[in-house]
């Protein structure tokens, strides 16, 4: 019988099918390494082929990560990946390349020479998040972990019978994270596309918001990783809910992390966004449903790619 609140003493079989299983749970819960960097890229994708892409890019880089910190425990490497500040310290590296990428996606250089007066008066234009970008956040975010990870890393890691099958529990866990983010971008991305917005107000929109949570999610990241090294212990504070599913179990820091980006920066923004192109640029009824009813995004917008858009 499964049991995904703490495992133990597991048939090889069993071993396996738990890893997969707890990595569905890890993709659906509020989890702090995947949803606000899903969220960003998807919506920055503003359309449901390229969100479930961009789910897809970096999932399964979280997935080589996953295998190899699995092959790694299966070693002894254990204790060197669940250090109480290992996870702080992914936070800033975390922190710091999504703050970049946010400043890639809005420009933000070159609209600071354009402030300045040293750079042309012409529009300074968004980019679109490049291909590479969610691959390495995602095995950046890998290491990070929680209790999904040290399950992984203590229990179902070290009952392979050899070193040819250590890998494995940390790939399958991160196929099911995979199975779940990558429908997640592909919803997130169609929620997008169906604003009733015209082609060029949508990617605008959609590129605000992912450039505003990247840079603002990635500012968060820092602070909480700043705290946590310098206040030991934080990562404990947290409300216990008396629900038995690990990220749902208790509440602190990481869902804080979670609730603040993906809602308050990313969905904040982009309705802010929807309203302020509408104020700007009316239409009527008729013409929003019929735009959302026969949406024209998925075929003719700019897809997300190494040369941008």
Do not use: C
Request: charged share 10%; proline share 6%; glycine share 12%.
């Amino acid at each position: 019988m499964l049991n995904l609140w703490n495992p133990s003493h597991l048939a090889f079989g069993l071993s396996l099918v738990t890893a997969f299983v707890l990595g569905i749970v890890h993709g659906v819960t509020p989890d702090e390494h995947t949803w606000p960097i899903t969220f960003s890229y998807a919506v920055g994708s503003y359309s449901t082929r390229r969100g479930l892409r961009a789910g897809l890019i970096f999932s399964l880089s979280f997935t080589l990560q996953r295998a190899i910190a699995s092959e790694l425990a299966f070693l002894g490497l254990a204790p060197l990946m669940t250090l109480a500040s290992g996870n702080f310290w992914v936070y800033l590296v975390v922190g710091a390349v999504m703050l970049g990428g946010g400043k890639l996606v809005l420009n933000r250089p070159r609209r600071i020479l354009k402030a300045m007066g040293t750079a042309p008066d012409a529009e300074v234009p968004l980019q679109d998040p490049r291909l590479w970008m969610p691959a390495v956040h995602g095995f950046i975010a890998g290491w990070g972990f929680g209790a999904f990870a040290i399950i992984i890393y203590t229990v179902l890691a070290p009952a392979m019978p050899s070193a040819a099958w250590g890998w494995v529990p940390g790939a399958l866990f991160g196929l099911g994270t995979t199975f779940v983010q990558a429908l997640a971008g592909a919803g997130i991305g169609f929620w997008a596309s169906r604003r009733g917005l015209d082609p060029v107000s949508l990617r605008a929109a959609a590129l605000k918001t992912a450039g505003r949570t990247l840079f603002w999610g990635g500012a968060t990241f820092l602070v909480a990783g700043l705290l946590g090294l310098l206040i030991p212990g934080i990562g404990n504070w947290t409300f216990d809910t008396g629900i038995r599913v690990h990220n749902l179990a208790h509440l602190g820091l990481a869902f804080a992390i979670v609730v603040f980006v993906v809602l308050g920066v990313g969905v904040g923004s982009f309705v802010f966004e929807i309203r302020k192109l509408g104020r700007l640029h009316p239409l009527s009824d008729a013409v929003a449903k019929e735009r959302v009813a026969h949406p024209i995004v998925d075929s003719a917008a700019t897809p997300m790619g190494p040369t941008g858009s």
